[in-house]
């Protein structure tokens, strides 16, 4: 028998099939959560030996314009169609945001979103971090978002979706409850740390309008057509997780905003969606589990 690479034990293997049922709030059958990455990204961010930040040299004024579209008009149009549509947003957030534009932060704490770091800025990695470095990165998101929003942090993804071999156990020491950056479930699932009580929230690369649009290739069509098919699989079974993933600067285009917003409209009077924050998700498990 060969020999393969070691587990790396971040996850006990539960079989998807026999598994105790969650129900949900009111018999709902689905949780449906809906993760606005609000975001900075710097024009000519320091150089990683490991990634380059730009396809382009920097400084890359199309990439950094096209994402500032964000900040200033596709962050409301997407926020507003959430509201109108009853969806919560639960923020996965570039923390220098709140000193770059603080209105966008202001707007989601007055529409009661929850928020998560997604690291100081998405153009500076964790690769090669030292332990002091990283723990000055969480502490600096639990200190500045306790300043901007009066909201203690919960969650964590990544900055551009990268660790360190420490980073989830550091995430359980600070007493963080749940975190993005595991794709492998579509139910919460606990996460083996060294000390804490670190869950995984089912988050999505599969229907994140990143990779949506990027990735994929979609239409603002196929891609709403995809969350619906996304909800339907999901409800039907039960006790499940959705995670929409959006980015304002791609979701909020003009000519992608009103298939979106059909979507949600589906989503939202089908009558089997929980739409939850992500804390209350996890709550809502653990008095299950």
């Known amino acids: 028998m060969l020999e393969g690479a070691k587990d790396p034990g971040l996850y006990d293997y539960a079989?998807?099939?026999g598994r105790k049922k969650i129900v949900w709030p009111e018999g709902k059958t689905c949780a449906v959560w809906v993760a606005p990455?609000?975001?900075?990204?710097?024009?000519?961010?320091?150089?990683h030996p490991k990634r380059k930040p730009w396809a382009k040299p920097h400084p890359d004024v199309v990439g950094y314009s096209h994402r500032d579209h964000s900040n200033r008009v596709s962050h409301w149009r997407m926020a507003e169609v959430m509201s109108r549509h009853g969806f919560p947003g639960s923020v996965s957030l570039s923390v220098a945001l709140c000193q770059h534009h603080p209105e966008v932060v202001a707007d989601g704490v007055a529409r009661g979103w929850e928020f998560f770091s997604h690291g100081i800025y998405n153009t500076r990695y964790s690769y090669d971090m030292s332990e002091a470095q990283e723990r000055s990165i969480i502490e600096d998101s639990i200190r500045t978002v306790q300043d901007a929003t009066g909201q203690r942090i919960r969650g964590w993804l990544a900055p551009a979706l990268t660790h360190t071999p420490r980073t989830l156990d550091l995430l359980a020491e600070y007493d963080f409850d749940y975190t993005c950056d595991l794709y492998?479930?579509?139910?919460?699932?606990?996460?083996?740390?060294?000390?804490?009580?670190?869950?995984?929230?089912?988050?999505?690369?599969?229907?994140?309008d990143h990779y949506g649009f990027f990735v994929y290739n979609m239409s603002g069509r196929e891609y709403a057509d995809t969350l619906v098919r996304q909800f339907e699989r999901l409800a039907s079974e039960g006790g499940?997780?959705?995670?929409?993933?959006?980015?304002?600067?791609?979701?909020?285009q003009p000519h992608r905003i009103g298939p979106f917003e059909e979507a949600l409209e589906h989503i939202a009077k089908d009558g089997r969606a929980w739409l939850a924050r992500a804390g209350d998700i996890v709550d809502a498990w653990r008095a299950q589990v």
């Open 240 to 252: 499940t997780v959705m995670c929409i993933p959006l980015h304002a600067y791609l979701i909020g």
């Open 15 to 17: 079989p998807y099939r």
């Open 37 to 47: 990455n609000l975001e900075y990204y710097e024009i000519d961010p320091p150089v």
């Open 184 to 208: 492998h479930d579509d139910q919460v699932q606990a996460v083996k740390t060294a000390t804490g009580n670190l869950v995984s929230i089912p988050y999505s690369l599969e229907v994140n």
